[in-house]
Nanobody, 124 residues
Framework: QVQLVESGGGLVQAGGSLRVSCAAS????????VGWFRQAPGKERTFVAT????????MYADSVKGRFTISRDSAKNTVYLQMNSLKPEDTAVYYC?????????????????WGQGTQVTVSS
């Protein structure tokens, strides 16, 4: 079992930046692909970004390419999502996800573990 805890959400003005973090605990002796998904009110949860077990492969949703950057610090068992040039449509609950899978598979929604989510609100 792996437990995921997100932090760093909050309120930011459009055009601003925010970094959310995902700290893993439990069976962190295994290496997992980790990703971020988001869910806006009344909408389905959608893929945002993912990073491979070794950190060499990343994938992003088209809507965040060039603005968001995912990274991981394996020594700290933590994955980060740096969000720049934020837009009101980025407002959502952001969920960390992990699983023993590929980045492509995670981007398609193949997730074994979910965090509780952190709220990101972008004001116009």
């Amino acid at each position: 079992q792996v437990q995921l805890v997100e932090s760093g959400g909050g309120l930011v003005q459009a055009g601003g930046s925010l970094r959310v973090s995902c700290a893993a605990s439990g069976r962190t002796d295994r290496s997992y692909t980790v990703g971020w998904f988001r869910q806006a009110p009344g909408k389905e949860r959608t893929f945002v970004a993912t990073i491979s077990r070794g950190g060499s492969i990343t994938m992003y949703a088209d809507s965040v390419k060039g603005r968001f950057t995912i990274s991981r610090d394996s020594a700290k068992n933590t994955v980060y999502l740096q969000m720049n040039s934020l837009k009101p449509e980025d407002t959502a609950v952001y969920y960390c996800a992990a699983g023993p899978t590929t980045t492509q598979s995670m981007a398609a929604g193949n997730v074994d573990y979910w965090g509780q989510g952190t709220q990101v609100t972008v004001s116009s």
